[in-house]
């Protein structure tokens, strides 16, 4: 039928439109013959073909100028079916087989990103309520003692905390076997546990030991108590209760034989501290009442969020002792500083591959919580009055003591700070603890698969989009950079649905917009590849060209008939 050609065009079948830019070569089909929903097809364009079928844009005659009509969402759909199914298929294997564990790699990566970017805006509302005094090695030589202290320095530097009138005090120091050449020991166990029944009300004091059940060397009935400092199999998360399963294996043989001792509970670290210090929800730097948190909940262990700025400023830059006291205080960043800082460690994470060290020359060197070093404890005498309104600066703060010693390798690694001391891990914990109480971010373990899956439909949609636009075989520098730059946008809103409103840690974003690139580079070499035209679709294909440009008459000459093609515009 002669008409014209805006008409024609819309008359077409979405396969002559192909045969006639293909020259009539057969294609192989994607997941086409696979897909299908009340009969007919989702599927129907060719992602394999040689050339982008114009079934993508169909012109719809409108005077002397062509305006494109957008095709259905089912062809993105087949382009987004096929990568979803090429990403999951290659997750499965990875996640199976897991080769030079790749996907635990990208997973830790992709939480380690994650927190570094959110740790800008990480809230300081429980950080007056927590303070870390910490023994390092120019602090043992301005003490005068060696490693390890005896028993009396030890029952000193506790009595010291306890005079500021602390909310509690843990030391994360193991004590479990009496040293026979010390002969401090019967002296400093009568004088602290003493100290600590003084108090009223009670200042809970707690030693760490390595397995429910243990006991130290210090504990008593209504003085010192014990409390889990030791863990395995709970991956990067921090458990709330420690049961037989994540016992550490070294300490599991242990048991306590001092007479009217119980030994530690189940309750790690952080979470005794924090139903000693939140026991009513009203003290400072609480969000709610310890025995608010559910019961079904303590068995889910803890993603600790780490903080980004310190209290006070950096003063030597090794022992960040700046000046202690409240009113010389850092004041609260900006929103425009939290922004930046944000992108600046983005920046050195994204270049820490081609710099090894950028991260760790840029890295912030005091760690979130206060710390209050011991000698200063010992010989200063004004930190009895530099806390708010002149009271003591560790009045009425979680005192959780902690060393830093050349040697001893109780280390963990965060997000900002590279590796600090072990105790800044139970300060954090118990930090998240305090200002999130049950809405504290969690790993439950069934959640991840689900949000993995969701993640990869929202990528593999971007990705058909981008086939669809492109076609096979087309895809230029811009348009991967513009793919790369949506799958991190998509990436970056996982983030904050999943750890704003399912308060889980984010899951392996990295490792999924790096499969999904992957699938998209694949399909388009097959469709660069897959269909073999002769010269006469070659031929053909530059016709339908002419046919695009608007040629009269370029069409029909181009199908071998006269009047046989589609007459073009004017």
């Not at 710099?355 to 200063?380: K, Q």
Request: aromatic content about 8%.
């Amino acid at each position: 039928m002669q008409a014209s050609g805006g008409q024609e065009c819309e008359r077409l079948t979405a396969s002559d439109r192909l045969q006639r830019q293909t020259g009539g070569c057969t294609c192989r089909h994607g997941l086409s013959r696979f897909l299908r929903e009340k009969g007919r097809r989702i599927a129907r364009s060719r992602w394999f073909a040689k050339c982008r079928p114009l079934t993508a844009r169909i012109p719809v005659a409108t005077g002397p100028r062509r305006r494109w009509r957008p095709a259905t969402p089912a062809y993105i759909l087949d382009a987004a079916a096929l990568v979803f199914v090429l990403v999951f298929l290659a997750g499965l294997v990875l996640n199976l087989v897991e080769p030079f564990g790749l996907a635990n790699a990208s997973k830790a990566q992709s939480m380690r990103l994650s927190a570094r970017v959110a740790a800008p805006f990480y809230d300081d509302s429980a950080r007056d309520a927590i303070a870390v005094v910490l023994i390092d090695d120019r602090a043992l030589d301005a003490m005068g003692i060696g490693w390890p202290p005896t028993y009396r320095q030890y029952d000193a530097l506790l009595q010291r905390v306890l005079e500021q009138r602390p909310r509690a005090v843990y030391l994360d120091v193991l004590l479990l076997e009496e040293r026979e050449y010390d002969d401090s020991f019967e002296s400093a166990y009568a004088s602290l546990n003493a100290a600590v029944a003084a108090h009223d009300p009670a200042i809970p004091v707690f030693f760490g030991v390595g397995a429910p059940g243990q006991c130290s060397i210090f504990s008593s009935d209504g003085g010192v108590q014990d409390v889990v400092t030791g863990w395995q199999g709970v991956g990067a998360g921090y458990p709330l209760r420690v049961d037989a399963d994540s016992v550490h294996e070294g300490a599991a043989h242990m048991a306590c034989d001092r007479p009217g001792v119980t030994g530690a509970g189940t309750d790690s670290v952080a979470f005794a501290l924090y139903r000693h210090a939140c026991a009513t929800g009203s003290e400072a730097g609480c969000r709610e009442a310890a025995s608010a948190f559910p019961p079904a909940a303590m068995g889910l262990p803890l993603a600790v969020q780490w903080g980004w700025r310190p209290p006070v400023r950096d003063g030597d830059g090794t022992r960040c002792e700046g000046p202690q006291d409240v009113a010389a205080r850092r004041p609260s960043p900006t929103r425009m500083e939290r922004w930046t800082s944000a992108a600046r460690l983005t920046w050195d994470s994204f270049r820490g591959a081609a710099d090894p060290g950028r991260e760790d020359r840029n890295r912030e060197r005091c760690v979130f919580p206060l710390t209050v070093f011991a000698d200063a404890l010992v010989h200063d005498e004004t930190l009895m009055e530099r806390g708010p309104g002149g009271r003591p600066l560790l009045e009425d703060r979680v005192v959780l003591v902690g060393t830093r010693l050349i040697g001893l390798d109780d280390l963990v690694s965060t997000p900002v700070n590279q590796q600090v001391p072990g105790v800044y891990l139970h300060a954090m914990a118990l930090d998240n603890l305090m200002q999130w109480g049950r809405d504290r971010v969690h790993v439950n373990a069934s959640l991840g698969p689900w949000i993995g899956l969701g993640t990869a439909v929202l990528m593999s949609l971007a990705a058909g989009w981008l086939l669809f636009r492109a076609g096979p075989g087309r895809l230029s520098a811009v348009r991967l950079l513009g793919l790369s730059a949506v799958l991190a946008l998509i990436a970056y809103l996982q983030v904050r649905f999943v750890q704003d409103v399912l308060r889980q840690p984010p899951q392996d974003w990295l490792g999924l917009g790096a499969l999904v690139l992957g699938a998209v580079l694949w399909v388009a070499s097959k469709g660069a590849e897959g269909c073999k035209c002769g010269a006469r679709g070659n031929d053909d294909e530059h016709a339908m060209d002419g046919l695009d440009a608007g040629g009269p008459g370029a069409a029909g000459d181009a199908t071998g008939g006269a009047g046989a093609g589609v007459p073009g515009p004017g």
